[in-house]
């Protein structure tokens, strides 16, 4: 099918912002569109990082070890390589590529994101992309849960040009994405075609972005080039973007801003110091993620 196009006004560029580039976990590194001095978040989204894509030798692949989170959400999206997961609700399992893990930490949960057994032995391509979304003081509170989508599950539109639009979550092109999301986003992954366009959905009040993973694009007639984060002001309910001379890998997001101060420590994202406080005190009295059933 063909991308969709309309007469709906289209947003325009407000910044073309480069990554900071930062080390997690184990070690690994990634590059961080945001939060950055220049874009502290993107309510509701509080991060963006990229792992790769990098070739690793047997033995170099490393993962984030038990850590806690409180106070959003995390989606965990392979791209490349695996992840292995496991959590303190009891949750756990492998992450393929092309597949996505959409974690509500809410009250609290400790988990991990590994490298399998296998990848770490063999090594080979690794790509993944780990996006932070903020949750509103009154859905803070929720008990952990995990949703899992493999590649089959998450919908995939293609166009006659040779571009394709994959739809995580939200709405695009009339395809809805599989999650249950707790604010309104949406999250699109898409490979442009060089010199192919297409417009995707921003409704109007959402925030919005357009991250060049790899390649170059036209985003509303600014270039973005690999790495950059193109920043859209909201003054339309579209975006244009096309291919750069090589195509273009693109994260699309949209989001209802939250409006509420964010406090962060680390891993916890509350509205206050003192929640904060009570999130630390939680987890080193082992408090965190656990729960009655």
Do not use: C
């Not at 590649?151 to 994959?166: E, H, N």
């Amino acid at each position: 099918m063909q991308a969709a196009k309309n007469s709906t006004a289209t947003r325009s560029v407000t910044a073309v912002l480069p990554p900071v580039h930062t080390v997690e976990g184990e070690g690994f590194p990634v590059r961080r569109p945001f939060p950055t001095d220049r874009l502290p978040l993107l309510d509701p989204f509080l991060m963006v990082d990229q792992v790769g894509p990098v070739r690793l030798g047997p033995g170099e692949a490393k993962g984030a070890p038990d850590h806690p989170h409180r106070g959003f959400e995390t989606i965990a999206y392979v791209l490349a390589g695996d992840l292995e997961y496991a959590d303190s609700t009891g949750s756990r399992g492998v992450v393929p590529p092309g597949a996505v893990q959409w974690l509500t930490a809410g009250a609290g949960v400790v988990h991990s994101a590994m490298p399998t057994e296998g990848f770490r032995r063999a090594g080979g391509l690794q790509h993944n992309l780990q996006i932070w979304v903020n949750l509103p003081a009154a859905r803070k509170g929720l008990r952990p849960r995990t949703q899992n989508r493999g590649p089959a599950d998450i919908p995939v539109v293609r166009t006659l040009g040779g571009s394709w639009f994959k739809v995580i979550a939200g709405s695009a092109f009339g395809a809805t994405g599989p999650f249950d999301t707790q604010v309104p986003v949406t999250v699109v992954h898409a490979g442009l075609a060089p010199g192919e366009s297409a417009e995707l959905p921003a409704p109007a009040g959402h925030n919005a972005a357009v991250y060049v993973l790899t390649g170059s694009a036209s985003v509303a007639g600014r270039v973005a080039e690999d790495g950059e984060l193109a920043v859209l002001g909201d003054d339309g309910t579209t975006v244009r973007v096309a291919g750069g001379p090589t195509g273009a890998d693109l994260l699309f997001l949209t989001g209802e801003p939250i409006g509420e101060p964010v406090v962060r420590s680390g891993p916890f994202v509350m509205n206050t110091p003192q929640q904060i406080a009570r999130a630390h005190a939680d987890h080193a009295a082992g408090r965190l993620g656990r729960y009655a059933d």
